[in-house]
């Protein structure tokens, strides 16, 4: 808070950004290379962070380990704890960019020094020489990748206005899954060298992000930072979801289809297997349906995106999709042939192509406090990294609840309903149309 001369009440810089955001008059529309640089740098980042997850660290995991038992227990227990730092991460340097005061700006200094933090560990991980180190060195990959990450994302709400909020949500969106399609290629690419598997794409992500604080304006915040306190350090993982309700039902939402997502993709590759009898082209059954999931992704969010952001309306959008999403999920307990299978993998595309579009801008009109939306972002992505580490227990208890076979009839329907409520939990929002 400020005050003029003579005793006039004149909002701070700050402040001033959060009386003006509902009539969006003070933040000029940016232009496509601010939207480039922002997609850009998403998928720089992500290339980075899911080689790893999807590929290298199984072949890490295999340098320190032959049994193949061992090599399963290496893995899970590493990202897992990655998803421990991923959790603590995303909310701690959401909350302290928001406090911030520095020449450099609120968000920058920690979009850089996260970055270069995450390409230092994952050098770690390709030296590492036992479990332990591995262990370390992910962890601190997941912290520098997220401290780098909720800044980043917290950018949205202070360099864009209302009206470009679908079409930056469907970039971010559309380079978070090609960067997956990439990661992967990459790491099959570089998989006989260990420093190569992990330093190229650390790289890549450091090029990105760097690319995006070079262009990014970031001016120092004008307001004093208020007494650090640690108790408001733990409050800041917290947000009321019955003061601020619209917030909570998108976080609730986000926390159902992340759910739904995963409890099949965790397991397409063994349900291809299994359904279709056939383990020795299932990777490239599996491969071309992500990448006919990925194509349809693209188109359909992208134009989702500009169409939502013309039409200022988020929840229909959202709601569709994911009845959509939901339907795409189920139809998969009743395929005939391989063909089925890849229009399945298109339409899930198409829906959660425009479900990402959309959802993003929608939360960024719902955030409780624009001032603090580093923090109150991190908080949201909780919903979108708690479900991640869920839904491998959940489905194996579920593929397990029958003798024989295992259960993936059971798998899709509790993968349907739990998107068909992310839907359904859309409605009683009351901010956004």
């Given amino acids: 808070m400020a005050y003029s001369n003579n005793n006039i ?105 996260g970055v270069l933090f995450m390409a230092l560990s994952l050098y770690m991980i390709s030296l590492a020489d036992s479990v332990a180190v591995l262990l370390i060195a992910w962890f601190c990959a997941q912290l520098g990748a997220n401290a780098a990450f909720g800044p980043f994302i917290a950018t949205l709400s202070d360099q864009l206005p209302r009206t470009q909020y679908g079409k930056a949500s469907a970039v971010i969106g559309i380079a978070q899954n090609v960067g997956v399609l990439a990661a992967t290629w990459l790491a099959s690419k570089l998989s006989g060298d260990m420093f190569l598997l992990f330093m190229v794409p650390a790289f890549i992500g450091v090029a990105g992000m760097l690319g995006y604080a070079l262009i990014l304006k970031d001016p120092p915040s004008e307001e004093p930072a208020t007494e650090f306190q640690l108790k408001n350090l733990l409050k800041a993982f917290w947000v009321n979801p019955v003061k601020h309700s619209d917030f909570g039902y998108a976080w609730l939402s986000r926390f159902l289809v992340i759910f739904s997502t995963f409890l099949f993709t965790t397991y397409r590759l063994p349900y291809v297997i299994e359904h279709f009898s056939s383990e020795s082209n299932a990777v490239d059954i599996v491969f071309n349906g992500v990448l006919a999931y990925t194509i349809c992704l693209v188109i359909c969010g992208y134009l989702a995106g500009k169409i939502s952001d013309r ?13 959509i999403f939901s339907i795409g999920t189920y139809s998969l307990i009743h395929l005939d042939s391989i063909t089925q299978f890849y229009i399945a993998e298109a339409l ?36 979108g990294v708690l479900p991640q580490s869920l839904a491998p227990l959940t489905g194996a208890i579920l593929l397990n609840m029958t003798s024989g076979d295992p259960n993936y009839h059971l798998l899709l329907i509790v993968a349907g309903v739990s998107g068909l409520l992310g839907a359904i939990t859309i409605l009683p929002i009351k901010k956004v149309k």
């Fill in 9 to 113: 009440y004149v909002p701070s810089r700050n402040q001033s950004r959060s009386l003006v955001k509902d009539d969006d008059t003070a933040i000029k529309p940016k232009g496509a290379i601010f939207i480039a640089a922002l997609g850009f740098a998403q998928f720089c980042l992500f290339v980075a962070l899911l080689g790893p997850v999807m590929v290298s660290m199984v072949l890490k995991a295999e340098t320190l380990s032959g049994d193949s038992l061992a090599i399963t227990n290496i893995v899970g227990n590493v990202l897992g704890v990655g998803a421990i730092a991923a959790l603590i991460g995303n909310v701690l340097f959401g909350y302290l960019s928001d406090r911030t005061r520095s020449r450099y700006g609120r968000r920058r200094p920690w979009i850089v020094g």
């Fill in 311 to 323: 039409l200022g309306k988020r929840k229909v959008f959202v709601f569709a999709s994911l009845v």
């Fill in 348 to 383: 899930l595309g198409a829906a959660f192509g425009i479900y990402t579009s959309v959802d993003m801008a929608l939360v960024l009109e719902v955030l409780p406090n624009p001032d603090r939306c580093g923090k109150d972002l991190g908080v949201f992505n909780i919903a």
